[in-house]
């Protein structure tokens, strides 16, 4: 079983920012971590990745604003989002790919909402 505990989210004025963070309760090896949004109306979409080695990847639409981090040994990754814009607005899901004997699991946080007001 693994539990993900969010945190961070809120209401900022446009160009502000925030920081999520996603701690993972769980005795397994943790592959991959990141952080997906999804708008009212709008499918789930990816935000930004970091794998196990530190590699990260972002959407287009986040690239420069958004920074995303992890630290292995608390088994929590950290969303850092600058610049902040009323499309950023959605429920942000931290997500996190578990590694098990030769399977990988995917788990997903309960959701932190992100408003961003103009």
């Known amino acids: 079983q693994v539990q993900l505990v969010e945190s961070g989210g809120g209401v900022v004025q446009a160009g502000g920012s925030l920081r999520l963070s996603c701690t993972a309760s769980?005795?397994?090896?943790?592959?991959?971590m990141g952080w997906y949004r999804q708008a009212p109306g709008k499918q789930r979409e990816p935000v930004a990745g970091?794998?196990?080695?530190?590699?990260?990847n972002y959407a287009d639409s986040v690239k420069g604003r958004f920074t995303i981090s992890r630290d292995n040994a608390k088994k929590t990754v950290y969303l850092q989002m600058n610049s902040l814009k009323a499309e950023d607005t959605a429920v942000y899901y931290c997500?996190?790919?578990?590694?098990?004997?030769?399977?990988?699991?995917?788990?997903w946080g309960q959701g932190t909402q992100v408003t961003v007001s103009s």
């Open positions: 997500n996190v790919v578990i590694i098990y004997e030769t399977s990988l699991y995917n788990y």
């Open positions: 769980t005795i397994f090896n943790i592959r991959d």
């Open positions: 970091i794998t196990s080695g530190g590699q990260t």
